[in-house]
């Protein structure tokens, strides 16, 4: 679905307007007065400009006060909304009559139903869904848009993502259904008002003695199953569960948490994408594990909420993929992403260094995980 054509033109004028004034105030790029001429800027400078906004919001409340190109009151109330945007990485995901989603795969992912320009987002990023994407989403006539920027990964996705993004936009409709209007409302919940049972919570011995229960299920069969790389990430996400305070160890058996924490790691790694080694089914670990999917996923679920732990997350990343972890390499320059794995040597110091990067590909060899 596009804008119709007199609310693709009213966005353009308020967003130049908008990057116009902020250009002005951060002399950015040379000779540019007047909307028009920011819209006729390339991409590159126009991304640049945004990404400024983004850094300084406190001028959008000022281009509001001043009002520097006499703007109707309706119009800078929608200005004003804007306030509410969304930045970051989103999957497209699925074209719908009404909506594109877009889809946040974090803590708890959200699907935002976004409606087009003036070109179709088939046109801009391809009929193949889904795709890894960056944009700034804004709210626009009890609509949401994106500001007009739209850089694309490259990265095919496999059966394995599909699915475990099919997973997310299912808990994130469950959540808070399509989200179509910002800010995001919470969902009405009825007050049914449950009796709450206490559960006494775990001590730090038996939050050790569950640790050493999920770390002998884990061990044997990431290492017959899966790889040592896969041992290590394991046992140290258990041993991450077991000192928090309380300790969701407590609660559930171990073979519960050692089927919920190999599904997190082959979540970040892609386990189930046929084209990785080793692959396997998220449910064959739960039938290894002799828990079902349901129980499976939950304890998944609620590892990765605790810990904020997202697919391609550096620190649950195998060694050996990191080099291919796109998250891990793409550093802003000059309010531009670079992928630091093709940046001079230079740079690529000065990123790691700072601990923006996990090493210098240049001279990095993984140690032998057996040694």
């Known amino acids: ?35 028009d001429e920011f819209r006729a800027l390339s991409a590159d400078l126009r991304l640049k400009l945004r990404n400024a906004l983004l850094h300084n919001m406190e001028l959008l409340e000022m281009f509001i006060g001043l009002n520097p190109f006499d703007l109707s009151a309706e119009e800078l109330n929608i200005v004003s909304s804007w306030k509410h945007q969304v930045a970051g990485k989103f999957f497209v995901f ?81 959540h808070l259904g399509i989200v179509t209007a910002l800010p995001v409302q919470a969902r009405p919940v009825p007050d049914r008002r449950p009796v709450r049972k206490l559960r006494p919570r775990s001590s730090p011995d038996e939050a050790r003695k569950a640790l050493q229960a999920i770390v002998a299920m ?14 290590i990430l394991c046992r140290k996400l258990a041993e991450k569960l077991s000192r928090k305070r309380p300790s969701p160890l407590g609660s559930g058996t171990p073979n519960a948490w050692a089927a919920g924490i190999v599904r997190t790691i082959g979540v970040v790694n892609f386990l189930q994408d046929p084209s990785q080694n080793p692959h396997m089914r998220l449910t064959q670990v739960d039938e290894a594990f002799g828990v079902s999917e349901s129980t ?47 940046a001079p040597r230079n740079i690529q110091e000065i990123a790691y260094h700072k601990g923006l990067i996990p090493y210098i590909p240049q001279i990095r060899q993984w140690p032998d995980p057996s040694s």
């Open 1 to 35: 679905m596009l804008l119709r054509s007199q609310e693709a033109e009213l966005f353009f004028k308020l967003h130049c307007s908008l990057m116009c004034f902020v250009n002005e105030r951060l002399e950015i790029v040379a000779g540019v007065r007047s909307p």
């Open 94 to 174: 699925r074209n719908l009559k009404k909506y594109t989603v877009f889809l946040t795969d974090g803590e708890t992912p959200v699907a935002y139903g976004v409606v087009a320009l003036t070109e179709p987002f088939e046109d801009l990023v391809g009929p193949y869904l889904p795709v890894w994407t960056e944009t700034v989403l804004l709210p626009f006539t009890n609509k949401i848009i994106y500001d007009g920027l739209l850089c694309r990964y490259h990265i095919f996705f496999g059966g394995g993502v599909r699915r475990s993004l099919q997973e997310s936009y299912n808990a994130a409709k469950e």
């Open 218 to 231: 884990t061990d044997p069969f990431c290492r017959e199953r899966l790889n040592e790389e896969y041992a």
């Open 296 to 342: 499976g996923q939950a304890k998944s679920l609620a590892i990765r909420k605790a810990f904020k732990i997202y697919q391609f997350d550096r620190e649950w990343t195998l060694p050996s993929r990191m080099n291919s972890n796109p998250m891990a390499w793409m550093v802003e320059v000059n309010g531009l992403l670079m992928d630091m794995r093709y």
